[in-house]
T-cell receptor
């Protein structure tokens, strides 16, 4: 069974640009969550989608948004990039209840 | 005094010894907990989970203990191996389906 796939693995963007990251969950999983990981703040929750609906959202500005498609694949978008948005962005998939959540390898975003 | 529940950012362990990693969680409403292992350049890897109706769960070479009274979680790794060197995170979840992560403990295994 394929794991969680995130694309791209690495990305370099300029301040002010926008970026879209993609996450393909494990087959059969309907929940996708997104996290930002930085050395200073650790792993912080961005949002969680289940069956195309956002169920929960973390404390990030509105520049961070996401969506989930009918095949459970998810994208997150960051607009008007800032230097502080440089981080490892991770997505995790699960069946949707309180159960094992599996992470992808992440997308390393660098904003210059 | 006791240091039970003390979170240490780093832990150095001799190969073959047992490791104990501690985590204090914050939300009394959390009822599901997961331990993850993260190696350099990789995403967190699921190790073991436990629900709040249990106080102990065992896996292969790992045991998770949950003390709801003091909101403390621990991960025990038996016979620590060099491949166990990584950052370990505990995570808690309540009815909001949001995983909240602890600060992480970097485990280094000495040969």
């Amino acid at each position: 069974k394929a794991g969680v796939t995130q694309t791209p693995r690495y990305l370099i963007k300029t301040r002010g640009q926008q970026v879209t990251l993609s996450c393909s969950p494990i087959s059969g999983h309907r929940s996708v969550s997104w996290y930002q990981q930085t050395p200073g703040q650790g792993l912080q929750f961005l949002f969680e989608y289940f069956s195309e609906t956002q169920r929960n959202k973390g404390n990030f500005p509105g520049r961070f948004s996401g969506r989930q498609f009918s095949n459970s694949r998810s994208e997150m978008n960051v607009s008007t990039l800032e230097l502080g948005d440089s981080a490892l962005y991770l997505c995790a998939s699960s069946l949707g209840g309180k159960g094992e959540a599996f992470f992808g390898q992440g997308t390393r975003l660098t904003v210059v | 005094g006791e240091n039970v529940g003390l979170h240490l950012p780093t832990l150095s362990v001799q190969e073959g010894d047992n490791s104990i990693i501690n985590c204090a969680y914050s939300n009394s409403a959390s009822d599901y907990f997961i331990w993850y292992k993260q190696e350099s350049g990789k995403g967190p890897q699921f190790i073991i989970d436990i629900r709040s109706n249990m106080d102990k769960r065992q896996g292969q070479r790992v045991t998770v203990l949950l003390n709801k009274t003091v909101k403390h979680l621990s991960l025990q790794i038996a016979a620590t191996q060099p491949g166990d060197s990584a950052v370990y995170f505990c995570a808690e979840m309540g009815n909001d389906y949001k995983l909240s992560f602890g600060a992480g403990t970097t485990v280094t295994v000495r040969a």
